[in-house]
């Protein structure tokens, strides 16, 4: 090895080193800039309970790529929303991305306009804004059966002062409730969350890069890049595969999945659609159980602890894709052992049925 690769390689191990041991100090200080940022102009409401923002907070700051922080974000608003939707913003339009509760096919179609409405006024001014649904964009409305009337809350979603993109929410069909305080924190911990992976990435390439390249792309279109549909690839298929894509630094699993056949071109659609059912549906048992999640790990009996909700999210997966060509590519399983088992499937303990 040349001298300069080595010297290359001294540095990107050292600079990592140096990020991971200040990972705990940035997930204080964000804590601490956001509340500062919200202040007591904007108190949470009795009803909601710290913890529970605390918990949802967790998650976010435990993704380590950007689409799983968003989509942290997107679980954790259901806490305090009936329904809740995430919009990326992209050359002048607000491009419909996931939801909760609300029509995501027929979202992922939307294209609004951010020059018009409250859509306007939120990614303008970057300012948050509760106004009447309709307000919010007519066809939006419309598209999704919402009544005009309804009060919905916009967030923008500001990365390196750029509104990157903005979440959409509302009480729910059914007399629910909504806590925008609440809401909006959980939107600004994502943005510096993000602002943090962001750093971590461009460190390591920094430190990796030996030809003088440098990165170009600010933070917030890092952000776009990674969640927006494009012309050749459906926004789907990138949430499935961003994950994957950018793993922390770890060391290697001992026990990991091995790598499932290239599907038949025919097939890749309901492998992709398998594939995110199945990330979702873990990803709501780690939320949700995330004390039984550590002590599974030290005790190395995660099936045991999490029996219940395993079994029942495997049958809800088996349902859907087992009778499909997707149910070769047994994916309720790998993400259990990429998501719950960080790779490591002998943490599932020797009761897991595999």
């Known amino acids: ?76 608003s259901t806490r305090f929303a009936g329904r809740a939707a995430l919009f990326v913003v992209r050359s002048g339009n607000a491009i419909g991305w996931q939801a909760r509760g609300l029509d995501e096919q027929v979202l992922k179609a939307l294209h609004l306009n951010t020059d018009q409405g409250t859509i306007g006024r939120v990614t303008r001014h970057s300012v948050t804004v509760i106004a009447p649904t309709r307000e919010f964009d007519p066809g939006f409305a419309s598209a999704m059966g919402i009544p005009g009337e309804q009060e919905c809350l916009a967030v923008p979603l500001i990365v390196k002062d750029r509104v990157a993109a903005l979440m959409y929410a509302d009480a729910g069909a059914n007399g629910g409730t909504m806590n925008p305080a609440a809401l909006e924190l959980l939107v600004r911990s994502t943005a510096l969350w993000l602002e943090v992976l962001t750093t971590r990435k461009a460190t390591a390439a920094a430190a990796a890069t030996s030809s003088g390249t440098t990165e170009t792309m600010s933070a917030a279109e890092k952000v776009v890049e990674a969640v927006s549909p494009a012309s050749s690839t459906p926004a789907p298929q990138m949430v499935a595969e961003a994950p994957a894509s950018a793993a922390p630094p770890v060391e290697a699993p001992s026990n990991p999945p091995a790598p499932a056949a290239e599907p038949a071109p025919q097939d890749q659609e309901i492998h992709n659609k398998a594939r995110r059912f199945a990330k979702l549906l873990v990803d709501e048992i780690k939320l949700y159980n995330q004390e039984k999640v550590t002590q599974g790990k030290q005790n190395k009996n995660l099936y045991d602890a999490l029996r219940d909700d395993i079994d029942k999210s495997r049958a809800t997966y088996e349902k859907r894709y087992s009778t499909t060509p997707a149910a070769a590519g047994d994916y309720f399983n790998k993400e259990l052992i990429r998501i719950l088992a960080d790779n490591d499937a002998s943490l599932l303990g020797s009761n897991y049925p595999g």
């Open 1 to 76: 090895m040349a001298v300069s690769d080595q010297l290359d390689s001294v540095i990107q191990r050292a600079l990592g080193d140096v990020f991971e041991a200040h990972l705990p100090a940035l997930r204080a200080e964000i804590a601490r800039r956001v509340t500062e940022q919200l202040g007591p102009a904007a108190p949470v409401s009795n009803h909601t309970g710290i913890p529970e923002i605390t918990t949802a907070v967790q998650a976010i700051q435990s993704a380590t790529t950007q689409t799983d922080v968003l989509t942290a974000l997107l679980n954790g």
